[in-house]
């Protein structure tokens, strides 16, 4: 991988800029409004952790930022591009090359090796095969997995899979990499380890890195910790009463 590969149009903007972005969902009667005309800043090469109670939305925001899921108001640009404006199309672009994702339960593919799992966002960009393989296999000797690339998601322990995972993230050398709980379902011992791979691929690369966590002591390593707060909900009918409405 290159080094310092984010250098695009952070000069005069943020290098993810979200302004008033707004989602609810419907549940039944029930409108629930998870993020309310919210606002976020993020530099380039930033490490920056969100950190919420359960519910507040924060899955709700990266899925927003990845583009898996539509605002119903707001914008997000990234590098001075504004993504809310794409079509689904421009939005699988923008997913593989420029976003990398790791998810608390790493979503590996089980039929595939390790090696296999980092190489396949890869495939899809189309990169050349043995580079391709090479740049994996760097990337996994890098998180110390150099011994565990033959082996099924199965046959891995949940540290070594989480470690693939982030290798897969960053195989299309994004400009953003969004973890969402990437240690949670980790011991504590090892979730720091995998951590402290994350935080020195992400300085090393200087990628941005929005990290959604619980843990306020991996919060508390990050470059800046951006709180997001639970939204009361709104009544529903069953609870007002139908004949007060
Ligand atoms: N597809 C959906 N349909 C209806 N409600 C949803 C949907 N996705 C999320 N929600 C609701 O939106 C709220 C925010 O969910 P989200 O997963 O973003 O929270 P979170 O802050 O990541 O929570 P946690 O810390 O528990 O993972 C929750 O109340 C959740 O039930």
């Given at each position: 991988m290159n080094e310092a590969p984010n250098t695009v149009g952070e000069n005069r903007h943020h290098f993810l800029e979200i302004r008033g972005l707004t989602k609810h969902f419907q549940s039944g009667e029930r409108k629930l409004?998870?993020?309310?005309s919210f606002d976020l800043d993020l530099a380039a090469g930033e490490f920056l952790a969100i950190a919420g109670p359960s519910g507040s939305g924060k899955t709700t925001l990266l899925n927003l930022i990845a583009g898996l899921d539509r605002p119903d108001g707001g914008r997000i640009s990234l590098a001075g591009r504004d993504?809310?404006?794409?079509?689904d199309k421009e939005w699988d672009k923008v997913r593989q090359s420029d976003i990398g994702f790791v998810f608390q339960f790493n979503q590996?593919?089980?039929?595939?090796?390790a090696l296999e799992n980092v190489m396949l966002p890869g495939m899809l960009k189309k990169h050349h095969a043995l580079e391709l393989k090479q740049q994996a296999y760097d990337l996994l000797e890098h998180m110390g997995m150099q011994d565990r690339i033959g082996h099924r998601p199965a046959q891995l322990s949940g540290g070594e899979r989480q470690r693939t995972a982030i290798a897969r993230a960053l195989i299309n050398q994004p400009k953003i990499l969004l973890a969402d709980e990437?240690?949670?379902?980790?011991d504590q011992g090892t979730g720091e380890q995998v951590f402290s791979l994350l935080m020195g691929l992400q300085k090393q690369f200087n990628i941005s890195c929005l990290l959604v966590t619980h843990n306020p002591a991996l919060a508390n390593l990050c470059d800046r910790i951006h709180g997001i707060e639970k939204r009361p909900e709104s009544p529903t009918r069953e609870r007002i009463g139908v004949d007060d409405v």
């Open positions: 409004k998870v993020l309310d993504l809310t404006a794409l079509n590996l593919l089980p039929e595939f090796t990437p240690t949670g379902s980790l």
